[in-house]
């Protein structure tokens, strides 16, 4: 299937890459020359994207000459097929482009790399079939997701990615190979640096020995087990099939029953939800915060906060302590009891809370928000008042 599937890319590449160098005026001989490239046997590369300066098309750039070698060994060749295109108000994009056409017509270069302008569906469904390894560099945390190589997947590709978008989910060594250590080093000259060195070492010490490493029936046995192990482990989790039944089953079906009880007995309920929006619009502004005590009771910090609600019923809010999550952790937040009247306000109540005196005090705010059996707040109600 791999091979079969590498020699339609190249088929394509081909006939691709003549029609452009057609388009472009080039010579007939030129043309005729770019249906020759590229062996079918060989192992390809695919590199395709928008041309932004976060992706770093350059960084396999960082050393002309050792990508060259990497590129030429008669022994073991690699093919390189680049893919994509700037804005056109990009002009640093339009500059990494040109960086590779200058490279990709140097005599020793142009039998194992091609240039294919744009990226439109039909080359990505040709690149993401065909590729042995789909290579992504982007900046890290700026990758929005990185669908093209989770399209690699189900055609027995493996990628070799940036830690990042998608990949930072999906990486293990038994599925392919990572740039990076995860973390966020900012456009630092020295991380690039080191990063392309990783982007040079990965397939001269492993990618590519593995691939030409073949049995006696010329298989790459360790090459076909990652390919296996990626295809079976990573396509159930990164595909629609799985995206479009969390989708339904968290989502669209909550929301579908929701919207049978709200519309049943004539939309009783549904009038009932509007009439507590309409009470809650308007007497949301004569909520207020009074006094806040806070006493450390061993493991713990028990904070008091007085709320007058105003108009409002107290069963239709909340009253929590919120904290902000830890190291990328989901926030804290506390639902804080409604105790004691306060003193002359026939709708103003003590309400109190006891959290962990792990955290500061200070890391701590009271707040109110919407509440009501049915309702998704915030999306359909986005009052909230922040203790000051």
């Known amino acids: 299937m791999r091979s079969t599937d590498r020699k339609a890319l190249i088929e394509y590449a081909r006939a691709r890459l003549a029609r452009q160098l057609a388009a472009s005026g080039a010579s007939p001989e030129t043309v005729d020359g770019a249906t020759h490239l590229f ?8 590199f395709a994207r928008r041309f932004a300066t ?3 098309s350059n960084l396999l750039l960082h050393n002309p000459e050792r990508l060259l070698r990497l590129l030429t060994d008669p022994h073991r060749p690699v093919q390189l097929i680049i893919a994509g295109k700037a804005h056109p108000a990009d002009h640093e994009g339009q500059t990494l482009i040109r960086e590779w056409t200058h490279f990709i017509r140097r005599s020793e270069v142009r039998f194992h790399a091609v240039f294919l302008s ?3 569906m039909l080359l990505t469904e040709h690149l993401v079939r065909g590729v042995d390894v789909w290579l992504n560099t982007p900046r890290q945390p700026w990758e929005a997701s990185g669908t093209s190589g989770m399209k690699v997947l189900v055609n027995g590709g493996i990628n070799l990615s940036e ?3 998608w990949w930072a989910e999906a990486y293990t060594p038994e599925v392919g190979w990572a740039l990076g250590d995860g973390q966020e080093h900012g456009d630092d000259p020295a991380w690039d640096a080191a990063e392309a060195e990783a982007l040079y070492q990965l397939p001269e010490k492993e990618v590519i020995p593995e691939f030409y490493t073949r049995d006696k ?3 790459p046995t360790a090459w076909v087990a990652q390919m296996r192990e990626s295809m079976a482990r990573l396509t159930p989790r990164f595909c629609a099939n799985r995206t479009v039944g969390e989708y339904a089953e968290q989502h669209y079906l909550p929301a579908a029953a929701a919207y049978c009880q709200r519309a049943s007995n004539k939309g009783a309920m549904g009038r009932r939800v509007v009439q507590w929006l309409q009470a809650l619009d308007r007497n949301w502004p004569s909520l207020r915060f009074g006094e806040v005590r806070v006493e450390t009771d061993g493991e713990h910090h028990v904070f008091e906060v007085e709320v007058t609600l105003g108009n409002l019923d107290p069963n239709a809010v909340r009253v929590e302590l919120y904290a902000d999550g830890l190291n990328g952790g989901s926030p804290v937040r506390q639902e804080m009891m409604r105790g004691r009247h306060l003193p002359g306000a026939a709708t103003g109540y003590v309400y109190k809370a006891r959290v962990s005196a792990i955290r500061l005090v200070t890391d701590y705010t009271a707040r109110v928000i919407p509440q009501c059996s049915g309702m998704a707040v915030p999306l359909e109600s986005t ?6």
């Open 383 to 388: 009052h909230i008042l922040w203790q000051r």
């Open 39 to 46: 062996d079918p046997e060989a192992l390809t590369l695919g």
């Open 54 to 56: 976060y992706k770093r």
């Open 163 to 165: 830690l990042d978008g």
């Open 118 to 120: 744009d990226y439109d």
């Open 217 to 219: 029936n010329g298989i």
